[in-house]
């Protein structure tokens, strides 16, 4: 039977057409233009045409395809003599800002010219009609700590792609990277390619995040979106806003982007995540190699971790022989008295970390001897008074052999009875504690001419407490003086240290607070000012904590 429609029915249906076009009016193209600023941004894949034939489609990805083939050839054709630290034109179109003064021509193919010389790079986005996908080939100096003199990274930079050499060497540098017009399947995304040889790494801050990589992997990074580090093959590690991320091959970690101009770190890093196919043809494109998940060896993140940390871990070595016993309470309170007696060499009193109930026998060589006599006579009272002699002879080349005897008896009473007696002599080659597993050291770097720097990346998830500080620089010119030991910006010493070879709180008291000295999860810088301006190396910072273990780092 017909229902005939009611006024208040003939309304409702009027209320849904006003819907519908209210929609199909505003909320569509409202979502068109969401879509695309999340395509920009780099959350969505990039768009495919849907006005092209099958048969159109495939010629032009054919076409594009070629052209890629074409550009690598020809870039590695005629950058085939690059140097060391050296950048390449290696297919059209580049355009390049050139240092001031820079006699050097970069601007056609086979073009070579120092890195330092190029302060801004730009590559073109893959161009069909103009037959044209810049790239050009940048090689620097793998910088970690085992990499063998000489040996070199790779650095591809293609497509539409910007990069600002912030520091001159690449050691520091910003990028961006976006899509191309033309869009064609498999063809990779623009940004930057690194090639790592086997057993080499390099390390280096992109975007204000500190990278190391020790293998190949991909580099894409768009404005105000997200900048992702795709790892082929080796391990990897990440810093961004202080929280720190390894990953292996097979995975993918990225970084938000934003501030002034868009494209500097301004989040912790992602979790890994798997490669996605993208990110296979890319590196396929660029290198013939892993085209698909098979031909990648995935390293596990856990690994990784262990891969860098090995490589970045540098253990240090002294001498030592202390016999003593004591009786106390599970957490005494001591009262050292040092003497320091300076011979024709140097003397010097070092009172390492003191950990009780362990019996160790350690045996190690190092390029220095030191030979100290100990002699604790605390009182017996409840704050015992230990006095200390040591006494340091250095000569140029020497090996030592340590044999340390530590033989505690600790009783845990209401009160505290210390009574030792003992008279100790050590013939000390030191290895006083092991390297960190969690806590690595980063190389030496120079922020100015009279001030050396070393990271400390914190990876153990906790606060780390500085203990002790040993540093050896140069002693030239003769009125070269230690003046500040800086950490995370906080000065915990400052004053005039003339002589090299300074050993902190032994020779010289710290002057902040205890809280001062922590180093909480994350990367923290250790600075060391001179009164003069420092040499080219020489120099030595070793660092240990109150986790018992230490970091060193030389140049």
């Given amino acids: 039977m017909y229902d005939p429609p009611t006024p208040g029915r003939r309304k409702k249906q009027g209320s849904n057409l006003a819907l519908f076009l209210f929609l199909l009016l505003f909320l569509i193209p409202l979502a068109g233009l ?40 020809a870039s590695d054709d005629f950058c085939n003599g690059i140097g ?67 040996q070199t990274v790779t650095m591809v930079v293609f497509g539409n792609t ?10 520091s ?85 934003g ?26 494109a660029l290198t013939g190699q892993y085209c698909s998940y098979g031909q990648i060896t995935a390293v596990p993140a856990d690994q990784a971790q262990q891969s860098i940390q090995q490589e970045l871990g540098i253990t240090s070595t002294a001498t030592m022989t202390r016999t003593s016993t004591s009786t106390r ?34 045996t190690a060589t190092r390029t220095r001897t030191l030979t100290r006599t100990i002699t604790p006579t605390p009182s017996t009272t409840s704050t015992p008074s230990q006095t200390a002699t040591s006494t340091s002879t250095q000569t140029a080349t020497l090996t030592s052999t340590v044999t340390v005897t530590q033989t505690p008896t600790i009783t845990s009473t ?27 050291a980063g190389s030496l770097t120079y922020p100015n001419t009279n001030e050396l720097q070393m990271d400390i990346i914190n990876a153990s998830g906790a606060t780390v407490r500085m203990d002790t500080l040993y540093v050896v620089w140069v002693d030239s010119p003769i009125s070269q003086n230690l003046i500040k030991v800086v950490l995370d910006g906080v ?27 922590d180093v909480d999860p994350g990367t923290v810088s250790l600075l060391l000012q001179f009164q003069e301006d420092l040499q080219a190396s020489g120099y030595t910072i070793e660092v240990g904590f109150d986790i018992g273990c230490s970091i060193t780092s030389s140049n």
């Fill in 259 to 284: 501030g002034e101009n868009g494209n500097e770190s301004v989040g912790p890093p992602s979790g890994p995540v798997p490669l996605s196919q993208d990110d296979l043809d890319t590196a396929c």
């Fill in 34 to 73: 969401a879509g695309f600023a999340l395509y920009q941004s780099g959350n969505i894949s990039r768009p495919v045409s849907l006005n092209l034939t099958a048969t159109a489609v495939a010629e032009r990805n054919a076409s594009c395809r070629a052209l890629i083939e074409k550009a690598m050839q």
């Fill in 84 to 150: 060391s630290n050296q950048a390449c034109y290696g297919n059209n179109t580049i355009k390049a800002d050139l240092e001031p003064g820079t006699t050097q021509k970069f601007s056609e193919r086979g073009d070579i010219i120092d890195v330092d010389q190029v302060r801004r790079i730009s590559a073109s986005s893959l161009e069909l009609d103009g037959n044209e996908w810049g790239v050009a080939v940048f090689r620097v100096i793998a910088n970690l700590p085992r990499s063998l003199p000489g």
């Fill in 329 to 362: 309470t599970p957490l005494p309170t001591r009262t050292l008295t040092r003497t320091s007696t300076a011979t024709a060499t140097r003397t010097q009193v070092f009172f390492p970390a003191w950990t009780p109930s362990r019996t160790p026998t350690r």
């Fill in 491 to 517: 000065e915990v010493w400052g004053g005039s240290d003339p002589d090299s070879e300074s050993s902190f709180p032994a020779e010289r008291a710290w002057n902040a607070t205890p809280n001062d000295r």
């Fill in 162 to 171: 910007t990069l600002d050499n912030e520091d001159g060497n690449l050691g």
């Fill in 173 to 257: 540098f910003f990028f961006s990277s976006e899509l191309g017009q033309i869009i064609c399947e498999r063809a990779p995304d623009d940004g930057i390619m690194i090639s790592v040889p086997d057993g080499e790494g390099i390390r280096f801050v992109v975007n204000g995040a500190e990278l190391i990589l020790m293998g190949d992997a991909s580099i894409t990074a768009v404005k105000n979106g997200k900048m992702e580090v795709s790892l082929f093959e080796g391990s990897a590690h990440i810093v961004s806003d202080g929280q720190g991320q390894y990953f292996g091959a097979g995975q993918q970690v990225s970084v938000p982007l």
């Fill in 414 to 440: 209401a009160t505290q009875t210390s009574t030792p007696t003992s008279t100790a002599t050590a013939t000390a080659t030191n290895t006083p504690t092991p390297t960190c597993g969690n806590v690595i």
